[in-house]
Nanobody, 123 residues
Framework: QVQLVESGGGLAQAGGSLRLSCAAS????????MGWFRQAPGKAREFVAG????????FYGDSVKGRFTISRDNAKNTVYLQMNTLKPEDTALYFCAASYYTSGSSSQMYPHWGRGTQVTVSS
């Protein structure tokens, strides 16, 4: 059974940084593309960042480009999201997602999801 467990969320001040982690189990992690999404109350789920199974390709949502960095460590079965220069509008529940050998910005591409970690940015 595939399990994705996010961690690292919390409260940060505007301009600050947080690093999210997503630990995967029950899958051959090195064969899965990974994505980060977020959802704020009353809003649709939004693509944040994605990384291919081999780390060769990374891509980002427009609202986080230049501030967030996605990376992965296949030896640790973990994907990371480094979030810098945080803004209050980054406040949301952040989810990681996994898709076999594919990655993209559409949530429909990802069959496996974690439960999320809350990020709150104060102004």
């Amino acid at each position: 059974q595939v399990q994705l467990v996010e961690s690292g969320g919390g409260l940060a001040q505007a301009g600050g940084s947080l690093r999210l982690s997503c630990a995967a189990s029950g899958l051959t992690f090195s064969t899965y593309g990974m994505g980060w999404f977020r959802q704020a109350p009353g809003k649709a789920r939004e693509f944040v960042a994605g990384i291919s199974w081999d780390s060769r390709n990374t891509f980002y949502g427009d609202s986080v480009k230049g501030r967030f960095t996605i990376s992965r460590d296949n030896a640790k079965n973990t994907v990371y999201l480094q979030m810098n220069t945080l803004k209050p509008e980054d406040t949301a529940l952040y989810f990681c997602a996994a898709s076999y050998y594919t990655s993209g910005s559409s949530s429909q591409m990802y069959p496996h999801w974690g439960r999320g970690t809350q990020v709150t940015v104060s102004s």
